[in-house]
Each structure stands twice: as structure tokens, then as C-alpha cells.
């Protein structure tokens, strides 16, 4: 089992809305990611961060804002819910591959947040 | 476009069966990965291969690839219906901009009881 958790697991808001998807991880890995996917389809990377106070925009353009004020700590928001914004969103988080690792070991993945926009 | 892509995009095989999926990237990598994901959860690593490595198991499954080809193959022999689910390969490409995995679209398996 992985030590990272997501929440909402399912979230259903109107159009306009605030949110915030939290993820949470307790194995002290310095990387954090968010992918987006859509139903069945190919994950896309829409915000990355190599640690405290580093943020980075991924190879999807999303409307979407992060933070990392702790090391175990990666929310999403959405300042404003759009139908268009309605998917699957998975927090991983990622530790070295070995010593001095520039290369990536795996992914833990949290169970994702479904977020229906209505 | 996609780093890896999955062939083929779906597979549907009897229980005891084997189920061999491949992927294919387009630049050099330092490592591939495949994961696997069952519906409506998270990913689980499977297994990573590095780019000097030409095969790797790990129970009943086993890993190979050609980096001359820029394609590596998973195969899961004896299959049961748990394993019915997604199953990404992912790439993590040299001198990529930033630190991260690149997932291809994804395999799903249907194994039947």
C-alpha cells in the first residue's frame, strides 16, 4: 500500500466554484506530480514539484494552481469550476532511484479524485 | 504527441491465457516503467526496467526491452480475471525538460473467467 492519500475520493459542485483537491503523502518524497485523465484515456501532467516552494507547470495547460508549503503536502485548486474541468485527477509522488539519482524511480499513485462539474 | 503508445489498445483473453502488450517511444530513455490500473483507481507500479537491461521478471511477469527498436513489451503468462485492468508503460526520457514520466495511452485487458 502506498502513503499517499487523496481527497475527495468524488466531488460534484455547480459551476463557479472553489476547489481544492488535496494530496498528502507520508514517505517524505521530495516529487510531486498531478495528472489529469479522462475516462479509459492516457494520463496528462498538468503540475510537477521537486520540492518545498518549487512548483512547475506540466505538458497539459490547465487553469488549475498548486502549492508546496510542506514537503508532504500538494493541493490542486480551481478558482473556478467549469464543466470542461470534469475528470480524473491523481496525485503521485516519486523518491530517488538509488544513489545520486538524476533518473526517476516509481510513481505512488494516490486512488485519484473524480471531479463532475456540473 | 505521446512519448510511449500501447499496442494494442485493448485485449480480451481467457482465464490461464497469456496477454502480451508492447509500447513504443520516440526518444532515448534513462528507464521504462508499466503500471497498472484498475478501473476507476489509482496506478500501481509494476515493474521498471532500466535502459541497459534487456529483460527483467518479477513473478508472472516479465519485461523486455530493445532500446534499438525504442520498444518494450510486457507479459503477464497465466492470467487470472484480477488481472483484468489498464496497463501504461512510461517513459522517463534523457534530457527531458524537467523530471517526470511520460504515459502512453494505456492497454486494457479483459481476462475472462
Known amino acids: 500500500e502506498a502513503d499517499i492519500y487523496q481527497t475527495p475520493r468524488y466531488l460534484v459542485i455547480g459551476t463557479g466554484k472553489k476547489i481544492t483537491l488535496e494530496c498528502s503523502q507520508t514517505?517524505?518524497?521530495?516529487?510531486m506530480y498531478w495528472y489529469q485523465q479522462d475516462p479509459g484515456m492516457e494520463l496528462h501532467l498538468i503540475h510537477y514539484?521537486?520540492?518545498?516552494?518549487?512548483?512547475e507547470k506540466g505538458d497539459l495547460s490547465s487553469e488549475s494552481t498548486v502549492s508546496r508549503i510542506r514537503t508532504e503536502h500538494f493541493p490542486l485548486t480551481l478558482e473556478s469550476a467549469r464543466p470542461s474541468h470534469t475528470s480524473q485527477y491523481l496525485c503521485a509522488s516519486s523518491g530517488p532511484l538509488g544513489t545520486g539519482a538524476f533518473y526517476l524511480g516509481e510513481l505512488f499513485f494516490g486512488e485519484g479524485s473524480r471531479l463532475t462539474v456540473l | 504527441s505521446q512519448q510511449g503508445e500501447e499496442d494494442p489498445q485493448a485485449l480480451s483473453i481467457q482465464e490461464g491465457e497469456n496477454a502480451t502488450m508492447n509500447c513504443s517511444y520516440k526518444t532515448s530513455i534513462n528507464n521504462l516503467q508499466w503500471y497498472r490500473q484498475n478501473s476507476g483507481r489509482g496506478l500501481v507500479h509494476l515493474i521498471l526496467i532500466r535502459s541497459n537491461e534487456r529483460e527483467k521478471h518479477s513473478g508472472r511477469l516479465r519485461v523486455t526491452l530493445d532500446t534499438s527498436k525504442k520498444s518494450s513489451s510486457l507479459l503477464i503468462t497465466a492470467s487470472r480475471a484480477a488481472d483484468t485492468a489498464s496497463y501504461f508503460c512510461?517513459?522517463?526520457?534523457?534530457?527531458?525538460?524537467?523530471?517526470?514520466?511520460?504515459f502512453g495511452g494505456g492497454t486494457r485487458v479483459l481476462v475472462k473467467p
Open positions: 514539484s521537486y520540492g518545498v516552494n518549487s512548483t
Open positions: 512510461a517513459t522517463d526520457p534523457i534530457k527531458a525538460a524537467g523530471n517526470k514520466l511520460t
Open positions: 514517505m517524505g518524497h521530495d516529487k
